[in-house]
């Protein structure tokens, strides 16, 4: 972790950590710097291994709750967004979130940007993540990461602008040198774009909540693409 927040720091980047909730009650100091450091910690369960899915709708609120409480204990801010571990979610989980005031969730797959989505406790904007992480190139290059998220980039900036594009890493995967190493590398490049904006989840649902809610996020987009 702190190899990842120094790489951040070092390009002037503002992040958002996903945190399992027992993480803050192991390493809390640790925890603690995400926020000292200007970054955003997202919700992301109690443990890695217990899946909402797994979980009566009640249980799963409790666990939202719980996680979120000693992750506000641990930090001294709470929570703005969530992301479910192993992105398994229930029909009830968007609620639940929006239920404790929370203005983001990384959880969908049906959109590749953000969006507004209502929900009977009140809206949260989705926000998509990353189709391609670190733990995809254990057995392969880390060289990769480079080749897909430099075509994607290029791709995005020259054919569907504006576009999103969520770069994600695991700690115990990217903050290994030789994957942190590609993503210096990534953000050096994509740092010479004067019409890129990096923002932390928390940035883009504020933006989402203020600009988007009625916008037309995907078929007059392409369509009316050159």
């Not at 639940?96 to 969006?115: I, N, V, Y």
Request: with cysteine.
């Amino acid at each position: 972790m702190w190899r990842i927040l120094a790489l951040l720091n070092r390009h002037g980047i503002r992040g958002t950590f996903c945190v399992n909730a027992r993480c803050a009650e192991i390493f809390p100091e640790a925890v603690a710097a995400i926020i000292a450091q200007g970054h955003d910690a997202a919700g992301h369960g109690y443990l890695q291994d217990q899946l909402l899915t797994a979980l009566e709708p009640g249980e799963e609120q409790a666990v939202i709750r719980k996680s979120l409480d000693i992750l506000e204990g641990a930090t001294g801010k709470r929570p703005s967004g969530w992301i479910s571990p192993v992105t398994a979610y229930t029909a009830h989980t968007r609620r639940f979130l929006a239920a404790d005031k929370l203005t983001w969730h990384g959880d969908a797959r049906d959109t590749d940007l953000p969006s507004l989505v209502e929900t009977p406790a009140g809206p949260i904007v989705q926000i998509p993540g990353s189709d391609f992480t670190d733990n995809r190139v254990i057995r392969s290059s880390p060289q990769d990461i480079w080749d897909v998220y430099k075509e994607t980039f290029d791709y995005l900036r020259d054919r569907e602008p504006p576009a999103f594009l969520a770069l994600s890493l695991h700690c115990h995967f990217g903050g290994r040198p030789m994957i942190t190493a590609v993503y210096d590398k990534i953000f050096s490049y994509m740092r010479r774009h004067d019409d890129v904006w990096f923002s932390s989840f928390g940035e883009i649902a504020r933006w989402v909540m203020d600009t988007q809610r009625d916008a037309d996020t995907h078929p007059r987009r392409l369509l009316s693409t050159p």
